[in-house]
């Protein structure tokens, strides 16, 4: 059983930064960002592979966001820079045991509870 608690959610204007925090229980073997905008479905943003690094970031992301984790704090992040209101949702990490660097939500069995970003135009 793997837990997740999130953290740095909050309000922000657009073009602002804010860095999301995911601390784990135990270390998975990867770790995912999502994210759930109002009436929408909830979509892959980023992940990485907890033992080699390798990361993936959705195309809408690329170049703005940057996942990474902390190995001996057993932590995931998300670093969003150059925000846009586009990206006000509610940010959900996930854990998996799957290999790789998996972007499905079904192929995540641990999620956190969720942290609130709101960009503002």
């Known amino acids: 059983q793997v837990q997740l608690v999130e953290s740095g959610g909050g309000l922000v204007q657009a073009g602002g930064s804010l860095r999301l925090s995911c601390a784990t229980s135990?270390?998975?073997?990867?770790a995912g960002w999502f994210r759930q905008a109002s009436g929408k479905e909830r979509e892959f943003v980023a992940g990485?592979?907890?033992?080699?690094?390798?990361?993936y970031h959705a195309a809408s992301v690329k170049g703005r966001f940057t996942i990474s984790r902390d190995n001996a704090k057993n932590t995931a992040y998300l670093q969003m820079n150059s925000l846009k209101p586009e990206d006000t949702a509610v940010y959900y990490c996930?854990?998996?045991?799957?290999?790789?660097?998996?972007?499905?939500?079904?192929?995540?069995?641990?999620w956190g509870q969720g942290t609130q970003v709101t960009v503002s135009s």
């Open positions: 135990v270390p998975p073997y990867a």
């Open positions: 996930a854990a998996t045991r799957n290999l790789g660097v998996p972007t499905s939500v079904s192929e995540y069995a641990y």
């Open positions: 990485i592979s907890w033992t080699h690094g390798t990361t």
